[in-house]
């Protein structure tokens, strides 16, 4: 069993940045691969970035490669999402999610994710 708890979110500026956390608690967090999706109101939960167990494989969405950078610190339990030049269409709540089974690959499918946090709210403006 894995909990995650999600923070770092706020308002900014569009072409600004920010940095998201997501603690880990349990000692198993280093065999999960790990990702980031995000849900702006009225529209599905979308797939952010991915990260394997090791840190050695990343995945990004299209809509935010070259912006965002995911990564991990498995010492201290903990996955980011730095997120520069951002836009307001990057507003939205965003989730971190534990993916027990593909943990060297990751996966770009929510379902495949067994655990989530309870999300943190990022608002850019233009």
């Known amino acids: 069993q894995v909990q995650l708890v999600e923070s770092g979110g706020g308002l900014v500026q569009a072409g600004g940045s920010l940095r998201l956390s997501c603690a880990a608690s349990?000692?198993?967090?280093?065999?999960?691969?790990m990702g980031w999706f995000r849900q702006a109101p009225g529209k599905e939960r979308d797939f952010v970035a991915a990260?394997?167990?090791?840190?050695?494989?990343?995945y990004y969405a299209d809509s935010v490669k070259g912006r965002f950078t995911i990564s991990r610190d498995n010492a201290k339990n903990t996955v980011y999402l730095q997120m520069n030049s951002l836009k307001p269409e990057d507003t939205a709540v965003y989730y971190c999610?534990?993916?027990?089974?593909?943990?060297?690959?990751?996966?770009?499918?929510?379902?495949?994710?067994?655990?989530w946090g309870q999300g943190t709210q990022v608002t850019v403006s233009s």
């Open positions: 349990g000692r198993t967090f280093s065999r999960y691969a």
């Open positions: 990260i394997s167990w090791s840190g050695g494989k990343t």
């Open positions: 999610a534990a993916d027990p089974e593909r943990s060297y690959t990751g996966s770009y499918y929510a379902y495949d994710y067994d655990y």
